[in-house]
């Protein structure tokens, strides 16, 4: 198993910029991948940004060059700086870990999800 406690959400005027933090902890060597998700009023969620475990990155068209991803091994921590906030960047952030484990040569794929925090971009 491994937990996750996102931190850094709140309120922002736009233009403006916030810094999310994700711990994990528990299983967390089984994990190959983890990023950000978001979730809109009435909208579904959306992957944001991602990383895995050698430092690759991905990230959604609507945050790409605002939005950075990165991860401090040590502290089994993931951030997302976030920058240059529109109002349409409201939402409850999630963060996510995957573990990828083959079982007879077949990947099974755990999810794992923190309880959110609310990121308000308004002024």
């Known amino acids: 198993q491994v937990q996750l406690v996102e931190s850094g959400g709140g309120l922002v005027q736009p233009g403006g910029s916030l810094r999310l933090s994700c711990a994990a902890s528990?299983?967390?060597?089984?994990?190959?991948?983890m990023g950000w998700h978001r979730q809109g009023a009435g909208k579904q969620r959306e992957l944001v940004a991602a990383i895995t475990s050698g430092g690759g990155t991905n990230y959604s068209d609507s945050v790409k060059g605002r939005f950075t991803i990165s991860r401090d091994n040590a502290k089994n921590t993931v951030y997302l700086q976030m920058n240059t906030l529109k109002p349409e960047d409201t939402a409850v952030y999630y963060c996510?870990?995957?573990?990828?484990?083959?079982?007879?040569?077949?990947?099974?794929?755990?999810?794992?999800w923190g309880q959110g925090t609310q990121v308000t971009v308004s002024s």
């Open positions: 528990g299983s967390i060597s089984s994990i190959n991948i």
């Open positions: 996510n870990a995957k573990s990828i484990i083959y079982y007879r040569g077949s990947p099974v794929v755990n999810d794992y």
